[in-house]
C-alpha cells in the first residue's frame, strides 16, 4: 500500500507568509523604481508646467530624448546628451539655492562662426558666475526646430534669477530661417558672432573636414570652379560662411545692430581678456572674468585658463584647438584674399567696425 507524507501544517503556514513577504517586497521595489524613473524623467516638467507649450503626452519623453542626440556639434564635441567635455563644476550651481533655479530659455546665443573662436569664447565666458551656458550645441533653430520651445528649454542647465542663459551653435550665423526663428522666440535676445579673417577661417575649416574624411579633393581643387581664369566657387561651405555681410545682413532685418555684438576671432588668441571684457559689458554682467584668468600656450598658440573654477589645474582647449593647418598654395590664399576683399569692406562698414583683415 502506498504511504503519502502529510507535510506539517505548521511549515505550510510558514511557506505562505514567506510567499507574501516577497510578493510585498517585489510590489515595493518596482513601485520605488516606478517613482524614480518618473521623478527624474520629468523634472524639467515639474519646474516648468506653468509654461509648457506641448501635448503632457510629449513631456514625459523630454528628458530622455537628451539622451538618443547624438550629433557631434561643428567642434567635434559631443552634442547634447553624449556627456559634458568643460570642466568640471562649472554646470553645476555651486550657490547652495539650486532649489530656486528653473530652466529658461536663452536670453544670449552665440550664433557664428564656425571655427570662428566660439569654442573658446563658450568656456571662458562659462568662468563667469552670472552666465550659464549649454556646453554642447543644441541646434534647435537650424536642425530640431520642430520639436517645439518646450524642448529646446528642457535642453538648457537650471540658472537663478540674474543669471543669464545662453547656448551656442556657429551654424546659427549663415542659416537662412534662423533669424526670424529667433526672434519668433525673443525679439530681446542678445547675439554674439566670433569672426575670423576669411581666409585663415576657410583653411581651418578644411582642415577639420580632412582630419574627418582625409581622402577628399585638394583645397585648391575645391575652392575654383575654373582654376585656369581664376573663378572662385563661392557657394562651397568653407567659402561662403566667410561671407559675413551676406549673412549679417539677414540678422539686421530682424534685430538692431545694438543687439548684435561682434567678437574679433583674432583677439581673443592675442588679447581675450579684453574681448571678453567687451561680450560681458554686452551682456550686462560685472567683468569678473579678467587677464588673470589666462595664460598663453607657445605651443598650442591658444590662450588657455589658468585655473577654471571646480578645477585646481590649468585647461587648455582640446587637441582640435591650435592646431597646425594645411599648406596652401601662396598664390590660392593671394586670390582668395582679392576675392574677399569687397565683401570684408562691406562687411565692415556695416558692423562700424575694421577687422584689419588684408
Known amino acids: 500500500m502506498a504511504t503519502f507524507h502529510h507535510s506539517n501544517p505548521t511549515d505550510r503556514d510558514i511557506r505562505r507568509v514567506l510567499q507574501k513577504l516577497i510578493i510585498i517586497l517585489s510590489l515595493g521595489i518596482i513601485c520605488v523604481s516606478l517613482f524614480y524613473f518618473f521623478t527624474g524623467c520629468c523634472e524639467s516638467d515639474l519646474t516648468e508646467n506653468s509654461v509648457s507649450d506641448r ?190 555681410a551676406q549673412h549679417l545682413e539677414r540678422w539686421l532685418a530682424w534685430f538692431p545692430r545694438a543687439q548684435i555684438h561682434l567678437v574679433s576671432g583674432e583677439g581673443l588668441i592675442s588679447d581675450p581678456a579684453g574681448e571678453l571684457g567687451k561680450v560681458q559689458d554686452f551682456l550686462g554682467l560685472q567683468r569678473i572674468v579678467t587677464d588673470k584668468h589666462f595664460y598663453f600656450n607657445k605651443t598650442k598658440g591658444f590662450p588657455c585658463l589658468k585655473k577654471p573654477e571646480g578645477s585646481s589645474k590649468p585647461h587648455c582647449l582640446g587637441k582640435t584647438k591650435g592646431r597646425t593647418h594645411a599648406p596652401i598654395d601662396p598664390e590660392v590664399i593671394r586670390r582668395l584674399r582679392e576675392f574677399y576683399r569687397p565683401h570684408n569692406q562691406r562687411f565692415y562698414q556695416m558692423a562700424g567696425q575694421d577687422f584689419g583683415w588684408q
Not at 539650486?98 to 568656456?123: F, N, S
Not at 528649454?153 to 551654424?171: C, I, N, Y
Not at 585663415?200 to 580632412?210: F, K, L, N
Request: avoid cysteine; charge should be positive.
Open 55 to 244: 501635448p503632457a503626452s510629449d513631456d514625459r519623453n523630454l528628458t530622455l530624448y537628451n539622451y538618443v542626440v547624438t550629433v557631434q556639434d561643428e567642434d567635434g564635441y559631443p552634442g547634447p546628451g553624449e556627456g559634458s567635455t568643460l570642466t568640471p563644476g562649472l554646470e553645476t550651481d555651486n550657490t547652495g539655492k539650486d532649489w530656486k533655479a528653473t530652466r529658461r530659455l536663452p536670453q544670449a546665443l552665440i550664433i557664428g562662426v564656425k571655427k570662428g573662436g566660439t569654442r573658446a569664447l563658450l568656456e571662458f565666458l562659462r568662468l563667469h558666475p552670472d552666465i550659464r551656458a549649454l556646453g554642447s550645441e543644441s541646434h534647435f533653430f537650424d536642425r530640431h526646430y520642430a520639436r517645439g520651445l518646450h524642448w529646446y528649454r528642457s535642453m538648457m542647465p537650471k540658472a537663478l534669477d540674474g543669471q543669464v542663459v545662453m547656448e551656442k551653435t556657429p551654424r546659427y550665423f549663415v542659416t537662412v530661417e534662423t533669424p526670424g526663428r529667433v526672434h519668433s522666440m525673443s525679439r530681446d535676445v542678445k547675439l554674439i558672432v566670433v569672426v575670423r579673417d576669411p581666409v585663415t577661417r576657410a583653411i581651418s575649416d578644411y582642415t577639420q573636414i580632412i582630419s574627418k574624411t582625409p581622402h577628399i579633393p585638394a583645397f585648391e581643387t575645391l575652392a575654383f570652379k575654373n582654376r585656369t581664369n581664376g573663378e572662385i566657387d563661392s557657394l562651397w561651405s568653407p567659402l561662403w560662411i566667410g561671407l559675413y
